[in-house]
Nanobody, 121 residues
């Protein structure tokens, strides 16, 4: 079994910074593309950032220039560094990953349970 666990959420003031982590554990051979999504109350889930297995990244227009996604393959961990946080940044942030399972060599997609980001003055 492979698990994804997000951490680093919390309460931050507008304009502040926060760093989220997504750690994968289990029988992992490799991790291909990883994604950060977020979902605010009453709104649909939206894609925030993507990082592929070559380190290439892409971002939603709403966070471009303020958020940075990165990964540490040795630790099977993805990060989302968030700067200049706005009230509309508040949401549950979810990790999604395409993982090659070491047991059978096949790709599986997994989701984390989410990390809450709250913006407050």
């Amino acid at each position: 079994q492979v698990q994804l666990v997000e951490s680093g959420g919390g309460l931050v003031q507008p304009g502040g910074s926060l760093r989220l982590s997504c750690a994968a554990s289990g029988s992992i051979f490799s991790i291909n593309t990883m994604y950060w999504y977020r979902q605010a109350p009453g709104k649909q889930r939206e894609l925030v950032a993507v990082i592929d297995n070559g380190g290439g990244t892409d971002y939603a227009d709403s966070v471009k220039g303020r958020f940075t996604v990165s990964r540490d393959n040795a630790e099977n961990t993805m990060y989302l560094q968030m700067h200049s946080l706005k009230p509309e940044s508040a949401a549950g942030y979810y990790c999604h990953a395409i993982i090659v399972w070491a047991i059978d060599g096949r790709e599986y997609d997994d989701w984390g349970q989410g990390a809450q980001v709250t913006i407050s003055s």
